[in-house]
């Protein structure tokens, strides 16, 4: 659990090195690529199944918005937001998610939700207003809300197929299909390998190899002996975390109205996940990072 947590806590600042060297499609493909190379080798050690007919539109559309949206939105929101507020914003996405089941998957939120709901928009209000100077309409603000909001419609298309596959076989389609359909970058990205700084490139494989592989690994090692409930209870510390990292590794300090407004996000996604839900017999989606994740996030 601690090596997932520091490993998905510390992607939101290197995302910000990454930046410094690569657009954000050249780091979301430079990532994808490298960790789909990366599990063609785990998927032939595991021997997972290759998916059923029928679901490979649903597998490939899951892909395009948890890997392709999320992580191109979630970049280019991070050249203009620092980590620490970017990590709160992104880790909205029960919210999403809650609003998204309510409508297509008919379940319930309960008055406690529609509180967690109001609390976690005010709060990403307050960080909108806090990172640009009193300018509510903060665009790195939206880009990251649409990322979180990308990553909760792949959770609704990933529910139903929770009944035909394992979560590692979800993460190995969603991240090919992701990655497929960024391969256009390829060009682009080996000419910017180039002339990128070295901390930069390092940063791109460091993500490629940790936070989207090993903590997806160590993350499932969680789950197969504790409680989803419990586990993902201690997600909550990611955006802690990587304000903290942000701070020690890129000097970067928030503004107190985007910590009060981080707080006030993060407070109603626990009201939500709490109390806001009506329990349903259908597996989980585990969230990771983060951005994310993949819910896989997570994360990512």
Do not use: D
Not at 188 to 204: E, F, I, N
Not at 253 to 264: C, E, F, Q, S
């Amino acid at each position: 659990m601690i090596t997932t947590i520091l490993l998905w806590s510390s992607a939101f600042p290197l995302i910000r090195v990454a930046n410094h060297g690569y657009n954000p499609m050249e780091i979301a493909f430079g990532r994808y690529g490298l960790a789909s190379l990366i599990l063609l080798v785990v998927a032939l050690v595991m021997r997972i199944r290759l998916p059923r007919r029928e679901h490979l539109v649903q597998l490939f559309i899951s892909g395009f918005f948890s890997v392709t949206v999320y992580n191109v939105a979630l970049n280019w929101g991070m050249q203009r937001l620092i980590a620490g507020p970017a990590s709160f914003v992104v880790n909205t996405l029960p919210m999403f998610t809650a609003i998204l089941s309510t409508i297509f998957l008919k379940e319930k939120i309960l008055p406690a939700g529609w509180l967690g709901l109001i609390i976690s928009c005010s709060g990403i209000l307050l960080i909108a207003i806090g990172e640009s100077g009193a300018a509510i309409l903060n665009v790195g603000t939206f880009s990251i809300l649409l990322a979180a909001l990308s990553w909760a419609i792949s959770i609704i298309q990933q529910k139903p197929l929770l009944k035909f596959y394992a979560p590692l076989e979800i993460v190995c389609y969603s991240i090919w299909s992701g990655a497929l359909c960024m391969a256009f970058v390829l060009p682009s990205l080996v000419a910017s390998v180039k002339t990128a700084p070295m901390a930069s490139t390092s940063a791109l494989v460091y993500l490629g190899v940790f936070p989207a592989v090993v903590a997806y690994i160590t993350w499932n090692m969680v789950l197969a002996v504790t409680p989803a409930a419990r586990a993902a209870s201690f997600l909550y510390l990611v955006p802690v975390l990587s304000t903290a990292i942000a701070f020690f590794l890129l000097k970067e300090v928030p503004t107190r109205l985007t910590l009060v407004g981080g707080a006030l996000a993060l407070g109603g996604v626990i009201v939500i996940n709490a109390l806001g839900r009506q329990k349903t017999n259908i597996p989980e989606k585990r969230i990771p990072e983060a951005e994310s994740t993949s819910a896989l996030h997570v994360h990512e």
